[in-house]
């Protein structure tokens, strides 16, 4: 079938691909448009497309649609402004150009809906003099408060600000700074620093989705914001738990009444134990991550609804997982990361075993243990519910052996470079235990660049002894041998439907 006859609602699909302009096509796009002239057909369908968002990247020149937006006269069709500085030598000039091309006098942006801002320090200095220097440039000031003035007047609209990308010391995080401060009586949308919110007093009753990164050079907290309405709440490099009283407003409690989704990333240098604050309320909550949650913080103590949570993913450097305490209930999803060496101690012990043990309900379950953390005793463990093993630390063959046996759901198995090979511990293990190790595993991934002696025994071991292993990747070096291996004993794991080696390419 010819393109020319294909419905309007197909060919706008087609002609998607080749009319819309993002950040990362803008070398090649201009060479797509000749479909604007094929015919008046395609140009009718395809314009709205090419016009819909609105994007400047600015290399050794700029590269932009904005003047084929303004040609055409399209400007009141643009529904997002994307703005890329990635080298900005001279900010006046930066802000001067961006002022030409997205405040054309003769032609309204009534539409713009989101702007995203994304660059890069001006220059090679380190971050508290860059962010010294743009202030104190009165020039710079100036230009980005009446680019930001003019935006937030002539994008009536603009309610959704994303400058997660833009580095706070540099132009672009000055214009995201100023933008913050006029638009957040009317924001629905913020993701930035922490820095950029400095002169914000308070955030819009409709502010749905906040995502803050703290700036380490910084003491700014968040300015006022009714938690009633947020949606989706991200944080990272978290200082401390002051944040929770700052939302609470002096009060006593706090209720997140439609938060959905939480992801709060403590910096490390809040491991020191929080002071308390108020009471969390999250009746809606569905997403939790959280990492490196300090002792004692209000998080810990947070009502949550046992039907509503569906996914928690921790975090942990200490090997207690205290935000454990929080499942309760069917969750779809349940992840846990730890690097701490207390990993073989009772304590992590006892929470591991709450949380994937026989009351563990989870539809799908992970624990890895970094390269730092300890393999814990495997007569300690319990883990009958846990479906997916990643080990980074260091384990012996035969005390891995014993653990995946503790396992009767097992999945999935992946280990890291840190296996070592004992032949007289693991070939009395094997022999005192003929029987299959795991009878639920499907799939098992060995990431080694440099195999260390007697491995390949115990990979053919878990081929021999596990029946229903179906995916299993190991390292190039003895790819030959294994290879030749599950050839000649394909009776023994009748399930295998695909080997691959190499896995770090």
Same mark, same amino acid.
């Given at each position: 079938?010819?393109?020319?006859?294909?419905?309007?609602?197909?060919?706008?699909?087609?002609?998607?691909?080749?009319?819309?302009?993002?950040?990362?096509?803008?070398?090649?796009?201009?060479?797509?448009?000749?479909?604007?002239?094929?015919?008046?057909?395609?140009?009718?369908?395809?314009?709205?497309?090419?016009?819909?968002?609105?994007?400047?990247?600015?290399?050794?020149?700029?590269?932009?649609?904005?003047?084929?937006?303004?040609?055409?006269?399209?400007?009141?069709?643009?529904?997002?402004?994307?703005?890329?500085?990635?080298?900005?030598?001279?900010?006046?000039?930066?802000?001067?150009?961006?002022?030409?091309?997205?405040?054309?006098?003769?032609?309204?942006?009534?539409?713009?809906?989101?702007?995203?801002?994304?660059?890069?320090?001006?220059?090679?200095?380190?971050?508290?003099?860059?962010?010294?220097?743009?202030?104190?440039?009165?020039?710079?000031?100036?230009?980005?408060?009446?680019?930001?003035?003019?935006?937030?007047?002539?994008?009536?609209?603009?309610?959704?600000?994303?400058?997660?990308?833009?580095?706070?010391?540099?132009?672009?995080?000055?214009?995201?700074?100023?933008?913050?401060?006029?638009?957040?009586?009317?924001?629905?949308?913020?993701?930035?620093?922490?820095?950029?919110?400095?002169?914000?007093?308070?955030?819009?009753?409709?502010?749905?989705?906040?995502?803050?990164?703290?700036?380490?050079?910084?003491?700014?907290?968040?300015?006022?914001?009714?938690?009633?309405? =947020?949606?989706?709440?991200?944080? &990272? *490099? +978290? #200082? !401390?738990?002051?944040?929770?009283?700052?939302?609470?407003? @002096?009060?006593? $409690?706090?209720?997140?009444?439609?938060?959905?989704?939480?992801?709060?990333?403590?910096?490390?240098?809040?491991?020191?134990?929080?002071?308390?604050?108020?009471?969390?309320?999250?009746?809606?909550?569905?997403?939790?991550?959280?990492?490196?949650?300090?002792?004692?913080?209000?998080?810990?103590?947070?009502?949550?609804?046992?039907?509503?949570?569906?996914?928690?993913?921790?975090?942990?450097?200490?090997?207690?997982?205290?935000?454990?305490?929080?499942?309760?209930?069917?969750?779809?999803?349940?992840?846990?990361?730890?690097?701490?060496?207390?990993?073989?101690?009772?304590?992590?012990?006892?929470?591991?075993?709450?949380?994937?043990?026989?009351?563990?309900?989870?539809?799908?379950?992970? =624990?890895?243990?970094?390269?730092? &953390? *300890? +393999? #814990? !005793?495997?007569?300690?463990?319990?883990?009958?519910?846990? @479906?997916?093993? $990643?080990?980074?630390?260091?384990?012996?063959?035969?005390?891995?052996?014993?653990?995946?046996?503790?396992?009767?759901?097992?999945?999935?198995?992946?280990?890291?470079?840190?296996?070592?090979?004992?032949?007289?511990?693991?070939?009395?293990?094997?022999?005192?235990?003929?029987?299959?190790?795991?009878?639920?595993?499907?799939?098992?991934?060995?990431?080694?660049?440099?195999?260390?002696?007697?491995?390949?025994?115990?990979?053919?071991?878990?081929?021999?002894?596990?029946?229903?292993?179906?995916?299993?990747?190991?390292?190039?070096?003895?790819?030959?041998?294994?290879?030749?291996?599950?050839?000649?004993?394909?009776?023994?794991?009748?399930?295998?439907?695909?080997?691959?080696?190499?896995? =770090?390419?």
């Amino acid at each position: 079938m010819a393109l020319s006859a294909l419905p309007d609602d197909i060919l706008v699909l087609v002609l998607g691909y080749v009319a819309c302009l993002s950040e990362e096509n803008v070398a090649e796009w201009a060479g797509r448009l000749s479909c604007l002239w094929v015919c008046s057909r395609w140009r009718r369908l395809a314009l709205p497309l090419a016009a819909r968002r609105a994007v400047l990247v600015r290399g050794d020149a700029w590269t932009s649609n904005v003047p084929l937006i303004v040609g055409a006269s399209c400007a009141g069709r643009v529904r997002e402004v994307a703005v890329v500085v990635p080298r900005a030598a001279d900010p006046a000039q930066t802000l001067a150009d961006m002022a030409c091309m997205l405040l054309p006098g003769s032609q309204s942006w009534t539409r713009v809906r989101s702007l995203r801002i994304a660059g890069s320090r001006t220059q090679e200095i380190p971050a508290l003099q860059a962010r010294a220097s743009l202030a104190a440039e009165p020039a710079v000031s100036r230009a980005a408060d009446a680019l930001a003035g003019a935006m937030a007047s002539r994008w009536p609209r603009l309610q959704r600000l994303d400058a997660s990308a833009a580095d706070c010391d540099g132009v672009c995080g000055l214009l995201a700074q100023r933008l913050a401060t006029a638009l957040s009586p009317r924001l629905e949308l913020f993701a930035g620093h922490s820095t950029m919110l400095a002169h914000a007093a308070g955030m819009s009753s409709r502010l749905a989705s906040l995502s803050v990164d703290f700036d380490a050079h910084s003491n700014a907290l968040l300015p006022r914001i009714d938690a009633g309405a =947020l949606r989706v709440l991200s944080l &990272a *490099a +978290v #200082p !401390d738990d002051t944040i929770w009283t700052a939302l609470a407003r @002096g009060a006593d $409690s706090v209720r997140f009444c439609c938060l959905e989704r939480l992801r709060l990333a403590y910096s490390t240098r809040s491991g020191a134990p929080s002071a308390g604050g108020p009471q969390l309320h999250f009746p809606r909550l569905r997403k939790l991550v959280v990492k490196n949650c300090p002792a004692g913080s209000p998080l810990l103590s947070a009502r949550t609804s046992a039907g509503a949570l569906t996914y928690v993913s921790i975090t942990d450097d200490t090997g207690k997982l205290e935000p454990g305490r929080l499942v309760c209930g069917d969750v779809d999803a349940l992840e846990v990361t730890s690097y701490s060496h207390n990993t073989r101690g009772d304590e992590f012990c006892h929470i591991a075993n709450r949380l994937f043990g026989d009351k563990c309900r989870a539809k799908r379950s992970s =624990l890895t243990l970094g390269f730092s &953390a *300890a +393999v #814990p !005793d495997p007569e300690l463990v319990q883990w009958s519910r846990l @479906g997916r093993l $990643s080990l980074f630390a260091s384990v012996r063959s035969d005390t891995l052996l014993r653990l995946v046996a503790k396992m009767p759901r097992l999945v999935e198995l992946v280990l890291g470079e840190n296996v070592t090979h004992s032949q007289p511990e693991f070939d009395g293990l094997a022999a005192a235990h003929p029987a299959p190790i795991s009878t639920s595993m499907r799939a098992f991934y060995h990431y080694d660049t440099a195999p260390p002696p007697g491995i390949v025994d115990l990979l053919k071991h878990l081929l021999l002894r596990v029946p229903s292993m179906a995916e299993f990747a190991f390292a190039e070096k003895h790819a030959d041998e294994l290879f030749a291996f599950v050839r000649s004993s394909a009776p023994s794991h009748p399930h295998i439907l695909r080997v691959r080696y190499n896995l =770090l390419q």
